[in-house]
């Protein structure tokens, strides 16, 4: 017989934390989720069970306590084969551009804090000798824009740490790390917004994307919607002299 | 404030639009607001799901709740759709016991209009099936409703619009089924008689639909193809197909119709080639049995997104009306007649049977129903008035899912359960806190 595996999804509350975990329970795994909202991560967790018939966990954490978050990582009652974090914050610019709190919320929220998680569970993978870890990060990591800069930068640091963290992962052993950069997803976070439909694509496509990278055909890094891709290598290749003037 | 519509495209009217991201969103909501009404899909194709003021979204109260595989018992939030539902649940082996023609309706849709499917004859409708469910009045407050809880309620709110309240969650018994497959047989019918014969005929089955040519006039008024079926046991999916899989998945989505289409492309001569290709087809597969895959059995126009394009900008109608079985021969000859003579380009009607309902609003009654697309044109209002004269002097009704243009007389003559809703709207303060458009049309 054969056991099957287990995954944690960190920000269990959000959109594409629950597809996330519901793709991973339609596959059979054993699912659990993290979340600081337990009460919408029990939403969640009650429609996977009521879709696949499998039981999911649901631990509270608040990842900005990160003085906690070792014992998070300790308390487990198992250690998973794999950990995915969702955790994000948009923020507001503006509001982010003012106020020095904010700013370091957003910061904190997108980078801080879910590196020092993830860099935790690499340890404890490295230790065991197995484990995948998935940090969903974002396209808006890729290049600084004047709309959403603060947000963007926390998500360019949280890239850079996954490529960081996957390359001292993959001299030592068998742990692999996947950097996931969703373009537009129409969730709780962008419900405000008015986003282009065909760039636009639901957070069930970003939770196959993941499964794939992850579990089927491994990948390092992955841009979500393909189209995405492209978009930002043609970002990537403007001038700064000439992006500087640009509004976007 | 944005444009919204039904289905059909008309009418178009501006509205706020709010989309809670779950139950507990909603109370906030309703504080402080007045001309508010529910909306699932936007199947309903004329203006009962566009609030007065304000349209309050189902869509992300899209969670599904609990299931029990030993009792078919499915609790699910009121955005759950059919589609999502049987997505899920096809592949355990379980159906739902009544399904409409397309399958991306919400739950929370589908009992507010007590939709019924092919098996209404034997089965009831979508709201005969519902064991429960919680509404949200007016005032905020959650009650649960059943035919033992609140059951006054209840009976108003399947079939009441969204009008007695907000359907947050509801409780469906699904039904097992050995394959995910119907054994189909088509009959050719042509005429009328003939039709309606083949309709009596085919009820011990569990589905049974008419699909009628309305260009066809004179002797071959009513010309139909009839399509029975019942659900494939595992011995017929293996004697017809046994390499396939018992519970095929759902089909990919095919096209969508990318814009609105200029409007002479459903001219009537366009129409009549369709219809006699359809027919040359339909015939050639007569008394045939057929193994069919569940999702173009139930949802053959899904295949197309948006294909209410077709029908261009201006929009189209629906006329669905449902006459009593005694005068039904013969009034719906005498419609078949007016709009065959008309020459509107209506693609094909669909005759169905119906048995009687148990919402206070719900529209089946026991006869037959017939349901006719027409693309708007200044002159078709006037027409759709003269027949529903001759619905309304048979002991006929409309139904108010499709409707967006019937007159209050011709509302109140169908319905009786009328002076109870309104009593029930008045006692839990929804008379002027819940109103659509089509509440306000027609004095509701
Ligand atoms: C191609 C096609 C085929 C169809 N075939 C059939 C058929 O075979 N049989 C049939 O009966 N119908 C049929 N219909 C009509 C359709 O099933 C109904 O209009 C159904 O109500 C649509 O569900 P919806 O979720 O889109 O609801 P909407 O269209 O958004 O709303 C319909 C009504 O339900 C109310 N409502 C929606 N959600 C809630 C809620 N949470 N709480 C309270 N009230 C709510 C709205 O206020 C409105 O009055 C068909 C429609 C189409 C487009
Ligand atoms: N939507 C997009 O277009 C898009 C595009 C690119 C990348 N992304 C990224 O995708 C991820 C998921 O986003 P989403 O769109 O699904 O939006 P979301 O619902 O806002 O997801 C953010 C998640 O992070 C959690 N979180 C925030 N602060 C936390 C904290 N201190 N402790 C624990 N959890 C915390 C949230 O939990 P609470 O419920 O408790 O707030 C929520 O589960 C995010 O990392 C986002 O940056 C999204």
Redo the contacts with the bound molecule.
């Keep these: 017989m054969t056991v099957s595996k287990s995954v944690l999804v960190i ?7 629950h597809a996330t975990a519901l793709r991973y329970a339609e596959r059979s795994w054993q699912v659990a989720l993290a ?3 337990t009460i ?1 991560a029990q939403r969640n967790a009650d429609d996977i069970k009521a879709r696949t018939g499998n039981d999911v966990a649901v631990h509270a ?4 306590e990160t003085d906690r978050l070792a014992a998070f990582v300790d308390d487990l009652p198992a250690l998973p084969d794999t950990v995915i974090s ?5 923020g507001d610019q503006a509001r982010a551009e003012r106020d020095i709190a904010h700013a370091a919320m957003v910061m904190r ?2 980078f801080e ?1 879910p590196s020092l998680l993830l860099g935790l569970f690499a340890n404890a993978f490295a230790a065991r000798g197995s484990g995948t870890i998935v940090g ?1 990060s ?3 990591g890729d290049r600084g824009r004047g709309s959403n800069y603060v947000y963007g930068a926390a ?1 360019a640091g949280f890239s850079q740490f996954l490529s960081g963290l996957r390359n001292r992962m993959a001299l030592t052993g068998k742990v692999r790390v996947v950097t996931v950069k ?4 129409r ?4 419900a405000h917004l008015k986003l282009p439909a065909p760039l636009t694509v639901t ?1 069930a496509r970003v939770a196959a994307d993941i499964y794939a990278a992850a579990e089927e055909s491994p990948r390092d890094v992955i841009y979500v919607g393909r189209r995405f891709w492209l978009v930002m290598t043609i970002i990537g290749l403007i001038p700064e002299a000439l992006f500087k003037r640009l509004k976007l | 404030m944005s444009d919204l519509a039904g289905w059909g495209n008309y009418p178009r009217i501006p509205t706020e639009q709010l989309v809670p991201a779950r139950a507990e969103a909603i109370a906030p909501l309703l504080a402080g607001r007045s001309g508010l009404v529910a909306r699932g899909q936007g199947r309903a194709y004329g203006d009962a799901a566009v609030g007065m003021a304000t349209t309050l979204t189902s869509s992300r109260l899209n969670r599904m709740r609990r299931f029990d595989p030993a009792s078919g018992e499915l609790t699910v939030e009121a955005g759950v759709t059919i589609a999502d539902i049987l997505a899920t649940y096809v592949p355990r082996g379980f159906f739902l016991k009544v399904v409409p023609g397309t399958k991306f309706v919400s739950i929370g849709g589908a009992i507010a209009a007590d939709v019924h499917g092919k098996n209404h004859h034997r089965d009831g409708g979508f709201g005969d099936h519902v064991i429960a469910l919680r509404l949200m009045l007016p005032n905020g407050e959650i009650v649960t409703c059943s035919r033992h809880a609140n059951a006054e309620l209840f009976h108003a709110t399947v079939g009441g619009m969204g009008l007695t309240g907000i359907i947050v969650e509801a409780t469906l018994v699904l039904m097992p089924i050995e394959t995910g497959w119907l054994v189909q047989e088509t009959h050719v019918a042509e005429d009328l008689d003939a039709a309606m014969a083949a309709l009596e005929r085919t009820a011990a089955h569990t589905y049974s639909v008419a699909w009628i040519d309305c260009l066809a006039r004179g002797r071959a008024l009513g010309r139909s193809l009839i399509y029975a079926a019942d659900h494939a046991s595992a011995a017929d999916k293996d004697r017809f197909a046994p390499a396939r899989d018992a519970f095929p998945p759902q089909r990919r989505a095919g096209p969508s119709m990318p814009a609105f289409m200029p409007s002479f492309v459903l001219n009537p001569l366009a129409v009549r080639g369709f219809n006699a290709l359809y027919f040359r087809r339909g015939a050639r597969q007569a008394l045939t049995p057929q193994l069919v895959h569940w999702d173009p059995y139930f949802f053959p126009l899904d295949t197309i997104g948006h294909w209410n394009r077709i029908y261009g900008p201006r929009g189209f109608l629906q006329h669905q009306c449902v006459i009593p079985a005694a005068n039904a021969r013969r009034v719906l000859a005498e419609i078949l007649d007016r709009v065959a003579r008309r020459g509107s380009a209506s693609f094909l009607a669909v005759l169905k049977q119906l048995g009687d309902s148990h919402g206070l609003m719900s529209f089946p009654l026991r006869g037959y129903t017939l349901a006719m697309d027409f693309p708007i044109q200044d002159s078709l209002f006037g027409f759709l008035d003269e027949l529903d004269a001759i619905v309304t002097a048979a002991g006929g009704r409309l139904y108010l899912a499709k409707d967006a243009r019937q007159s209050r007389a011709t509302f109140a003559a169908g319905y009786a359960g009328l002076d109870g809703l309104r009593d029930i709207r008045r006692c839990i303060g929804a008379t002027d806190k819940l109103v659509s458009h089509l509440s306000a049309r027609l004095g509701i």
């Design positions: 920000g269990g509350s959000s959109d594409i934390g979340a600081r909202d919408t954490l608040d990842i900005l969702v955790v994000g914050e948009l929220t997108n804090a969903v974002s396209v808006a998500k969703p373009g537009f997803v969730t709780r976070m962008t957070p």
